[in-house]
């Protein structure tokens, strides 16, 4: 099966094991993954902040690169899920076929690849933060708002890791307080929300902080680092490829 | 809600800012909020149905709004046949001016209020004050903000910011009765002076829930007594709605009324559901349905479903932001999530802030009993607001962003120069005011080289020499 690596720009940048771990990952499992070179962003961080319109040449780009494949596998449920729900380009048979195409990592293991055995092993207490638009975005879980049964593809991958014990913190699935520009924006909400949400995590004994979000894990990583807490964040594609 | 004054533009962050720089505060509110969402969900849980409800309560309110002109005209007819007194308001002005004639050629100069966002949305109390009538709200929560000569923070429980400590000295000062009384000693005060009230006035005003165009009845759901005593006792009853709280038959009001009181405060069913038809011998009941907007609202494919709302602040409980933000930080009558998405098709300026202040979670859709979803909305709102309000540096920043991210070699050699400045330049400039990740935050540490860079250098000339 081939698959397009898509490398969101922010993992590019700053985060490329992260990429490497989801080819390594990705590989392993058998798939011949290809990266196409010209990608570049697909236009969340314009189009959350209103400018969609304006966001419109990189987004015609993005299904350019991405059209002739017909797997496109991402480590990250936001840009996925932009993806998924707010592409827009001229061209709309190439964006229904590539919105179709989009997976989040986690999702494309357990929904196409139907993994049932990673070769991992692990041995930390690992707390899973659910990125909000994985979970209620993409449905990689079922929100705790929801009344209906549960389940975790995250949580079933990182089931499969050999020595990882799942901690969960008492507010299951609240949101870390990243959202974009929202950081910046209203700094003083979404910093405060960064600190509960660590503080939750500390207090349900995680070593490890992992997600299918880097961006949600920057704002979190950003804040523990400046306050020196005891934490390590990963990519759930890190721990899944073998990290330790 | 158009008036002709220009209102200064709500600035959320900055409220937001101030409200959780009282840490402990803010907590405190977080938590109690967070309490309420975790018995809404102890509440849904128990109906094995709660999904099918959630469906069809939005289906049904779908269906009413598409239709609303007639179930509009069924409900006054229905409502005129069985004695009611029908009036309609175009916006807040003409609501203001039905319910104080109303009042005024029956010669009322007290009057008592129960829970009502309309007559909040309206102006209601400050134009009857302003007239002469003393208007007395009865809702224990709202009395409080009465006293306070405040707006509610939240639209069910109007004083959930405030502890009781604070609640307990506002009776001492305005009530004369002695500091620190604890709750059933402050509950029992406000009903002794609420009594005196209730007797002394010469009509009730009252909110809606619903109103039920086959039977032409309307449903007031309150957990106080507040409404059924005002309307009991006082020989006019005005009873003020928004026109989209019909509904279309008394067999539907089972499903909204199942999914309101779960939604908003986990109880089953509020403790008083009060139906109102017929007048009694000698009693006027007057509905005064209005559209302050709502039918402009109607007309945008975009924004109309946020009409179906039916005011039962779970999407304020279960926000992140709210619980940490307080109810004025959205200087609006409606805060939280769903204001956030309706304030700005009152005055798009005035509200521009309102659908950032959010991270876009999502959480509020997902409790909705009416299926809104707002988060598409707060993002719908943004690209109305975005390229209108943000200011002009932002927007060229953003433009400079399109062009970059819109070519790969653009991106390529941009993402080289941030790394290496990241990585070079020293820590007070990369730390300096501008930076506002940076206030409590380490920005992310940048590698030598992208994966791209990686890829290029070592993958793919690899398989291009294969």
């Known amino acids: 099966m081939t698959v397009a690596l898509f490398v969101p720009c922010y993992i590019d940048q700053f985060y490329p094991h992260v990429a490497r771990a989801a080819l390594t990952l990705l590989e392993r499992l058998g798939c011949r993954v290809e990266v196409p070179l010209d990608q570049t962003c697909c236009g969340q961080p314009l189009a959350n902040t209103g400018f969609a319109r304006e966001a419109r040449p990189v987004m015609a780009h993005f299904v350019r690169v991405f059209a002739p494949y017909e797997y496109i596998v991402a480590p990250s449920g936001s840009c996925v899920f932009h993806v998924r729900h707010h592409l827009e380009a001229d061209d709309a048979g190439a964006v229904r076929h590539v919105q179709q195409r989009t997976y989040e990592l986690c999702q494309f293991l357990r929904e196409v690849l139907q993994v049932e055995r990673i070769p991992a092993r692990f041995p930390h207490r690992v707390a899973v933060h659910d990125s909000c638009h994985g979970l209620r975005g993409l449905g990689l879980g079922r929100p705790s708002e929801r009344m209906t049964p549960a389940y975790s593809m995250v949580r079933d991958l990182l089931r499969q890791v050999d020595g990882l014990e799942l901690v969960e913190p008492s507010r299951p699935d609240e949101c870390c307080g990243f959202g974009g520009t929202f950081a910046v924006e209203e700094e003083a909400v979404s910093v405060r929300m960064g600190r509960d949400r660590l503080g939750d995590f500390l207090q349900a004994g995680a070593e490890v902080v992992a997600s299918t979000d880097m961006s949600c894990l920057m704002h979190l990583e950003g804040l523990a680092r400046r306050e020196q807490l005891p934490l390590r964040f990963l990519h759930v594609a890190e721990i899944l490829a073998g990290a330790d | ?466």
């Open chain 2, 1 to 466: 809600m158009e008036g002709f004054i220009e209102l200064p533009v709500v600035d959320h962050a900055r409220l937001a800012a101030r409200f959780v720089a009282d840490a402990e505060r803010a907590q405190w509110h977080d938590e109690l909020l967070w309490q309420v969402r975790l018995k809404r969900d102890r509440a849904a849980a128990e109906v094995p149905e709660w999904e099918e409800l959630r469906r069809l309560a939005s289906a049904i309110k779908a269906h009413v709004l598409s239709h609303l002109d007639h179930y509009l005209e069924q409900f006054e007819a229905q409502a005129r046949a069985q004695g009611l007194q029908v009036h309609w308001a175009w916006d807040a002005a003409a609501h203001n001016r039905i319910v104080h004639e109303l009042l005024a050629t029956r010669g009322a100069r007290c009057v008592v209020k129960s829970k009502s966002m309309l007559t909040e949305e309206c102006g209601l109390n400050p134009y009857l004050e302003a007239r002469g009538i003393e208007v007395i709200d009865t809702d224990l929560g709202e009395r409080i903000m009465q006293l306070l000569r405040q707006p509610p923070s939240h639209i069910v429980t109007p004083a959930i910011h405030l502890r009781r400590e604070e609640v307990a000295r506002l009776f001492h000062e305005k009530l004369g009765v002695p500091a620190h009384l604890t709750p059933e000693e402050m509950v029992r005060v406000a009903r002794q002076a609420l009594r005196q009230k209730f007797l002394e006035a010469e009509a009730a005003i009252t909110g809606v829930n619903f109103a039920v165009a086959e039977t032409g009845t309307l449903v007031v759901c309150t957990n106080e007594g507040n409404a059924d005593l005002g309307m009991h006792l006082a020989p006019v009853h005005i009873a003020v709605m928004g026109i989209e709280k019909l509904i279309p038959r008394l067999v539907d009001l089972g499903v909204f009324l199942r999914l309101l009181a779960r939604s908003a405060t986990g109880q089953p069913l509020t403790v008083y559901t009060t139906h109102i038809g017929r007048p009694r011998p000698g009693q006027e009941v007057h509905v005064v349905l209005v559209d302050n907007g709502r039918s402009r609202r109607l007309g945008l494919s975009r924004f109309w479903p946020a009409l179906k709302c039916i005011r039962c602040g779970a999407c304020m409980n279960t926000c992140p932001v709210y619980r940490r933000s307080g109810g004025y930080s959205y200087g609006a009558t409606v805060p939280g999530p769903i204001g956030a998405i309706l304030m700005p098709g009152y005055d798009t300026a005035r509200y521009q802030t309102l659908p950032y202040a959010s991270s876009l979670c999502g959480s509020c859709r997902e409790v909705c009993p009416v299926q809104i979803d707002i988060d598409e909305q707060l993002y719908a709102w943004r690209q109305e607001v975005g390229p209108r309000y943000v200011p002009r540096l932002k927007r060229l920043a953003m433009r400079l962003a399109a062009r970059v991210l819109a070519s790969p070699g653009r991106y390529r050699r941009a993402g080289r120069l941030l790394r290496w400045s990241l990585r070079r330049l020293p820590r007070r400039i990369l730390y300096g005011p501008w930076n506002g990740w940076g206030r409590a935050r380490e920005l992310p540490s940048a590698p030598a080289e992208s994966f791209l860079e990686w890829y290029r250098k070592t993958r793919a000339s690899a398989t291009a020499q294969r």
